[in-house]
């Protein structure tokens, strides 16, 4: 008796392949989405810190310099951390793509495993009627005898 073979083992390999890479790009994208997302957190508390500093100097009066300067800083300030955040959002939008393509993945994993127990069901009643045969044909050989 042949041995059962799977026909779409190498699809079945493929994707598992792919899952495999599905998930360390994964991971890639929530350690730098983590990064920015700490990185974000400290320019915002930056911010919070240097804001209270201007406050306080303003209240205490100050150079009209001081305050261009500071003012140079808040836009420079405002500017990075609008760069983190769409870093952020974009890092988001690809983790979503990456979650997608990764369900789709194991959806077709797992219709490939459904299919597979289907075929081997096939192959051992194919298997059984073949042993079941080869008993009939001995026992009505040694009945003839």
Same mark, same amino acid.
């Given at each position: ?87 952020? %959002? ?10 997608? =393509? ?25 298997? =059984?009627?073949?042993? %079941?045969?080869?008993?009939? %044909? ?8």
């Amino acid at each position: 008796m042949k041995q059962f073979v799977f026909a779409l083992q190498p699809l079945y390999d493929m994707q598992e392949s792919n899952e495999k890479k599905m998930k360390l790009q994964m991971v890639g994208i929530e350690e730098e989405l983590l990064k920015r997302k700490k990185d974000l957190e400290l320019l915002n508390k930056n911010f919070i810190k240097v804001s209270e500093d201007y406050r306080n100097s303003v209240s205490r009066g100050m150079q009209a310099s001081k305050i261009k300067e500071y003012g140079e800083f808040f836009e420079r300030l405002k500017a990075v951390i609008a760069l983190v955040q769409e870093k952020i %959002d974009y890092l988001e939008n690809e983790k979503e793509k990456c979650l997608q =393509k990764l369900v789709q993945i194991r959806k077709e994993k797992k219709l490939l495993d459904k299919l597979r127990e289907s075929k081997y069901e096939e192959y051992m009643e194919e298997s =059984k009627k073949q042993q %079941d045969k080869r008993v009939d %044909d001995l026992i009505s050989y040694k009945t003839s005898v």
